[in-house]
């Protein structure tokens, strides 16, 4: 058995038939320490700001060549039709729900213009909802 202050290394077989596996040291958690963090004051308020959109799909949607959805046809949370996506750069994010099920942020690209949705082997069948929502922060100073 060889120690290390990562690990130890044990030396034997084992069940699934190989030979040597590392054992990583248990971690203790203490609450006494002698460093204080400093205290923060910021010097605003930062100031959360929620678009959601929504599409309710009006023919299935297959996605064999991706496809793209322009703005137009989406509606926001007062019922109004939207001519363009809010997008905040860099201070925010964009969530895609399609059926209720947030996406991995790696399928789609949201621009003011359109939702873009990759290539895959899928459909969105007609009926389903599609939202996007589109998160933004600001900084209020006081």
């Known amino acids: ?65 991706g496809a793209t959805l322009n703005a137009n046809l989406f509606w926001d949370d007062n019922g109004n039709q939207v001519a363009a996506f809010t997008i905040f750069q860099p201070n925010g994010y964009i969530n895609l729900f399609i059926n209720g099920v947030m996406q991995e942020g790696g399928i789609y690209t949201v621009t003011p213009a359109s939702l873009v949705l990759d290539a895959d082997n899928a459909t969105i069948y007609r009926g389903t909802p599609i939202i996007i929502e589109s998160l933004g922060f600001i900084n209020q100073t006081t």
């Open 1 to 65: 058995m060889v120690n290390n202050r990562n690990y130890q290394k044990i030396e034997q077989t084992c069940e699934c038939g190989c030979e040597d596996r590392f054992v990583w040291p248990r971690i203790k958690a203490s609450t006494a320490s002698s460093i204080t963090p400093p205290v923060i004051i910021p010097s605003g308020t930062i100031i959360p700001i929620v678009n959601r959109y929504f599409y309710i799909v009006t023919a299935d949607i297959h996605l064999t060549n």
